[in-house]
Structures are given as structure tokens and as C-alpha cells.
């Protein structure tokens, strides 16, 4: 599936051998025993961000407004002790500064969004495109968006047309960043990249897709409009990963449990 921006992505999906619970004293070594369970072992842990990369595609402009020689050069995400933002709009972080610091927090926190559980509910999706991008592209993503996520891409993943689980089961999408990088900054534009983290799957005895982890980067083209940083395009690609560990995997009920009980965060730098 193709990417906004020229990239290509692959989905990588995750097939349960045998029955049974699908957690319960299975273990994540860090290597695969054979190629064989390197082919056959299945669910959907990226078809959410390929769609959202099949969404995007032909999404517009690169926003590369403002690279030039004197671009400041990209640097590590450093912790600078300024606070998040405390105002949210439809639920999303809003209100960012007007600054580069401002712009890796805007990008952070849209790279939750957009790799959110909501983003597959129809109505909810509405309210994130409205929030998150510039007002000119809205319409053209959010039906784009509308095409990646159909009823059979959702039954895919073991939802219903209304991007819900079945009853007794909890779908997983929660996104972590790991750093932010500037690559260009302007008062207008600043394209930002967003190492990411995250678990993707359904929490269910008898899921056919259960809840494993991915590794991404996501590079947000960020424009400066209605006094925020809003999202004008965006794409995605794999890596970097490091190299699995040999951790257990909880059971089923303990990851719907800890996806009930632990909240998520506002970034900022």
C-alpha cells in the first residue's frame, strides 16, 4: 500500500496457530523459531497506519515551506521542562506554541490521534480531521479516510461498521512517541518526525488478531493556521526497531485491563 509521500508500507498481519487463549503463557522471544512462524504468524499489527497511509495518500503539498541553508539542523529531542498544553478541543490537545518546541508537541500528541482507537469510529473520526488538520484539506481527508476505513477493513480487524469491538472484547490502538526531530521550521511550516511506539490489536480469549507491539516513524507537515499548529499532510514509514525481548505476554484480560486503567499522555517537550 502506498504512502502519501512516495513511501511504501507493508501490513503485517498475525495468524493465531491453534486454539486456545492467544495470550495466556505465550512468549515474545526475540527471535522466530522457524521462517515458517516468521510467515504464518498473523493478525493486523499495522493495517491501521497503512490505511491511515492509504487515507493520506496524494494528500497535498510537502509543506517544505522554509528549508533553506539556514534552516537550523535537526537535533535530539531534549527535555526542556516547559509544561503541555492544558487545552484540549473535541478531546484533542490544542493551543500550542507558536515555536519549534511547539510544533514537536503538536506533531507528538497528532501522531497519538491519528493512530487512535477513534479514528476508527465514524463520528469520531469527523471530530479528530476537523481538530487536528487545516481547514482546506478536511474534507478531502476525512473522505479519503471514510474509503480506507470500510466495513470490510473494520471486520478485518474484528470491529463492527461503528469501529467497535464485540461484546467481551477490547480493541487496542494507543500510540507512544519516543522523540521528536524537527527537519524544517519557518513561522509558517516545520516538518516534524515522530519515533513511535505502540500496541495495536483486540483483547479478546478468542481474537484472531491479538494485541502485539510495532515500531514507526510518522512525518507530519505542520502549518501554523487559526493561532496553532494544525497537520496539512502526513505519512509514515517502519523503524527503527530494536531488537525484540523474550518478555511474556499478558493474557487477554490483563491487557483489556491495563488499557481501561491507564490513561494516556499529553506530550510536550
Given at each position: 500500500?502506498?504512502?502519501?509521500?512516495?513511501?511504501?508500507?507493508?501490513?503485517?498481519?498475525?495468524?493465531?496457530e491453534?486454539?486456545?487463549?492467544?495470550?495466556?503463557?505465550?512468549?515474545?522471544?526475540?527471535?522466530?523459531?522457524?521462517?515458517?512462524?516468521?510467515?504464518?504468524?498473523?493478525?493486523?499489527?499495522?493495517?491501521?497506519?497503512?490505511?491511515?497511509?492509504?487515507?493520506?495518500?496524494?494528500?497535498?503539498?510537502?509543506?517544505?515551506?522554509?528549508?533553506?541553508?539556514?534552516?537550523?539542523?535537526?537535533?535530539?529531542?531534549?527535555?526542556?521542562?516547559?509544561?503541555?498544553?492544558?487545552?484540549?478541543?473535541?478531546?484533542?490537545?490544542?493551543?500550542?506554541?507558536?515555536?519549534?518546541?511547539?510544533?514537536?508537541?503538536?506533531?507528538?500528541?497528532?501522531?497519538?490521534?491519528?493512530?487512535?482507537?477513534?479514528?476508527?469510529?465514524?463520528?469520531?473520526?469527523?471530530?479528530?480531521?476537523?481538530?487536528?488538520?487545516?481547514t482546506?484539506?478536511?474534507?478531502?481527508?476525512?473522505?479519503?479516510?471514510?474509503?480506507?476505513?470500510?466495513?470490510?477493513?473494520?471486520?478485518?480487524?474484528?470491529?463492527?461498521?461503528?469501529?467497535?469491538?464485540?461484546?467481551?472484547?477490547?480493541?487496542?490502538?494507543?500510540?507512544?512517541?519516543?522523540?521528536?526531530?524537527?527537519?524544517?521550521?519557518?513561522?509558517?511550516?516545520?516538518?516534524?518526525e515522530?519515533?513511535?511506539?505502540?500496541?495495536?490489536?483486540?483483547?479478546?480469549e478468542?481474537?484472531?488478531?491479538?494485541?502485539?507491539?510495532?515500531?514507526?516513524?510518522?512525518?507530519?507537515?505542520?502549518?501554523?493556521?487559526?493561532?496553532?499548529?494544525?497537520?496539512?499532510?502526513?505519512?509514515?514509514?517502519?523503524?527503527p526497531?530494536?531488537?525484540?525481548?523474550?518478555?511474556?505476554?499478558?493474557?487477554?484480560?490483563?491487557?483489556?485491563?491495563?488499557?481501561?486503567?491507564?490513561?494516556?499522555?499529553?506530550?510536550?517537550?
Amino acid at each position: 500500500m502506498s504512502l502519501g509521500d512516495g513511501e511504501s508500507g507493508q501490513t503485517r498481519t498475525r495468524m493465531p496457530e491453534g486454539g486456545g487463549d492467544l495470550y495466556g503463557g505465550a512468549r515474545r522471544g526475540g527471535r522466530r523459531s522457524s521462517s515458517r512462524s516468521l510467515v504464518t504468524v498473523v493478525g493486523v499489527v499495522v493495517l491501521l497506519i497503512a490505511a491511515i497511509a492509504f487515507a493520506n495518500r496524494g494528500g497535498g503539498d510537502s509543506g517544505t515551506e522554509g528549508d533553506s541553508a539556514d534552516a537550523p539542523k535537526a537535533a535530539a529531542t531534549a527535555p526542556s521542562g516547559e509544561k503541555p498544553v492544558d487545552s484540549k478541543a473535541a478531546g484533542i490537545p490544542s493551543g500550542f506554541a507558536h515555536d519549534r518546541q511547539g510544533a514537536e508537541s503538536a506533531a507528538a500528541n497528532y501522531a497519538v490521534t491519528l493512530v487512535s482507537a477513534d479514528i476508527l469510529k465514524p463520528a469520531r473520526r469527523t471530530e479528530i480531521v476537523r481538530q487536528v488538520f487545516v481547514t482546506e484539506k478536511q474534507a478531502s481527508l476525512e473522505e479519503r479516510f471514510n474509503r480506507a476505513y470500510t466495513k470490510e477493513f473494520l471486520s478485518n480487524v474484528g470491529l463492527d461498521e461503528n469501529g467497535n469491538a464485540p461484546k467481551g472484547s477490547t480493541y487496542v490502538s494507543r500510540t507512544m512517541p519516543i522523540g521528536t526531530k524537527v527537519t524544517s521550521y519557518s513561522e509558517t511550516t516545520a516538518s516534524v518526525e515522530v519515533w513511535c511506539t505502540g500496541v495495536f490489536g483486540t483483547a479478546g480469549e478468542k481474537t484472531t488478531n491479538p494485541v502485539s507491539s510495532d515500531w514507526f516513524t510518522m512525518t507530519l507537515q505542520l502549518r501554523w493556521a487559526a493561532d496553532d499548529w494544525k497537520v496539512d499532510s502526513f505519512s509514515q514509514k517502519e523503524g527503527p526497531a530494536p531488537v525484540p525481548g523474550d518478555d511474556k505476554a499478558s493474557t487477554a484480560e490483563e491487557m483489556a485491563k491495563a488499557v481501561q486503567e491507564y490513561g494516556g499522555f499529553t506530550y510536550a517537550r
